[in-house]
């Protein structure tokens, strides 16, 4: 959420900043809202500064007295008239509320210009992409694919995108992510083990609801969604806490199966691995002192491409330009593999700095050594990185000659093997 603040005193600045966004949104309504709000606030904050001063003046006067019983009706009075603008308030309030949930974060003054995926910049690339290999196939076409990874059988069962991992497949997934997590560990990063469903609050702290409703799992009973991501459980672990501002920065890292109903486009981009509506993934997530929050994106940047260099993959990251950025986020990177058989880049990961748009709508704060006061903590997550694309390019970039795929050398110790065969 943005600052209420911020919108009432340089609507301006807000609606500049959006643009840079290429989002329409129109602020004048939340704008009249939020004077609506303030009005009926004030009046119902005189009106309880009244009833105090009664209640005061009630204490000094005898009791029974002509003086004591006008004191009583006028505070009769004033009681009757706080609850009825209290009850016009709370209305008022809950709509203020919903609107300005709907308002995007604003972008750092460090993202590009630009509306769409071919403005991004490319901040930095590791490793050739150049050196063609004419054993490299697109992964649902390695002979035996289906063996191990049945799309067939999971469609029967579920639907399309829910595929079964099946004896080395499910093993080599397995062995990702647990590459992933000791890699996290490594780097600071505490392990959770967090629910895969979560209540509409939770939803709405990390900004997917209102925004994204569409694109999420729900049950019908409880009314609880299914996980798009590790960091919506995650980021509400301190929610409506205060942490000590010498605890900062936090980090956490977790695995969790990720579902989404994107529908997504057609042909090679959704073949095989690319795109599931159910898939594996291990999220990095900091709480970090406002100070250095772009200093911890970065850091958190850094190490998700440690996790591509020692898997030995080509990659590059993108800076992403303000209309490619999403409706929470302040400066976001994507990370993109190369896929040698596809010969195109797959994105397995995308690392954001929220700022304080997450934390306020979840309460997330610290307290100030300087000021004594709570302020509102920094939040940065990251894949660490997302399995399926990451597993595609490790079985096209080293298909070799007999059919198998050898495994970079940091991986194959959690395998137990080498070579994966498909036989």
């Known amino acids: 959420m943005l600052d209420p603040r911020l919108l009432r005193e340089t609507p301006d600045v807000v609606r500049a900043a959006i643009a840079k966004k290429h989002l329409e949104v129109d602020l004048d309504p939340v704008l009249a809202l939020d004077a609506l709000w303030r009005t009926q606030l004030s009046e119902v904050e005189a009106l309880r500064s009244r009833q105090k001063s009664a209640n005061n003046e009630m204490a000094g006067l ?68 150049d050196v063609a290999s004419p054993l490299a196939r697109p992964h649902w076409e390695i002979p035996g694919f289906d063996r191990l990874f049945d799309f067939a059988r999971g469609a029967k069962v579920t639907g399309a995108g829910f595929p079964f991992y099946v004896g080395d497949g499910a093993r080599l997934v397995r062995a990702l992510v647990q590459f992933f997590l000791d890699e996290g560990g490594k780097a600071g990063y505490q392990e959770v083990h967090p629910p895969i469903l979560v209540n509409a609050a939770s939803a709405t702290a990390v900004g997917q609801l209102p925004d994204k409703e569409g694109m999420m799992y729900q049950t019908v009973e409880d009314q609880f969604y299914l996980v798009p991501t590790a960091e ?23 695995y969790t199966p990720c579902f989404r109903r994107e529908a997504g486009s057609y042909g090679k981009d959704v073949r095989g ?62 990370l993109e593999v190369w896929s040698a058989g596809q010969k195109r880049w797959l994105e397995v990961s995308s690392c954001s700095n929220f700022e304080a ?16 006061r709570p302020e509102l903590v920094h939040t940065i997550n990251g894949s660490g990185l997302a399995v399926p694309r990451v597993l595609s390019a490790v079985l096209e970039n080293n298909l070799q000659a007999d059919g198998r795929v050898k495994l970079p050398a940091a991986l194959a110790p959690y395998f137990g093997k080498e070579l994966l065969s498909f036989a």
């Open 273 to 334: 691995l690319n795109r599931l509506h159910q898939f594996d993934k291990v999220e990095l997530l900091k709480w970090v002192h406002p100070a250095r929050s772009y200093e911890e994106l970065e850091s958190l940047r850094a190490h998700a491409e440690s996790l591509l260099q020692k898997l030995e993959l080509p990659y590059r990251v993108l800076l992403m330009c303000g209309g490619d950025l999403g409706f929470a986020q302040a400066k976001k990177y994507d």
């Open 232 to 254: 919506t459980p995650l980021t509400n672990f301190f929610r409506d806490e205060i942490l000590d501002e010498a605890a900062l920065p936090v980090y956490r890292c977790a």
């Open 357 to 372: 748009f997450q934390a306020r709508r979840a309460q997330i704060r610290f307290r100030s050594k300087e000021s004594g």
């Open 62 to 129: 005898k009791k029974g007295s002509p003086e004591f019983l006008a004191k009583v009706q006028e505070m009769k009075g004033l009681s009757s008239l706080v609850k009825e603008k209290e009850a016009s308030l709370a209305p008022t309030e809950t709509k203020w509320r919903a609107a300005m949930l709907t308002l995007p974060n604003l972008p750092h003054a460090s993202v590009p210009e630009g509306r769409t995926t071919e403005q991004n910049v490319v901040y930095a690339t590791h490793g050739k992409t």
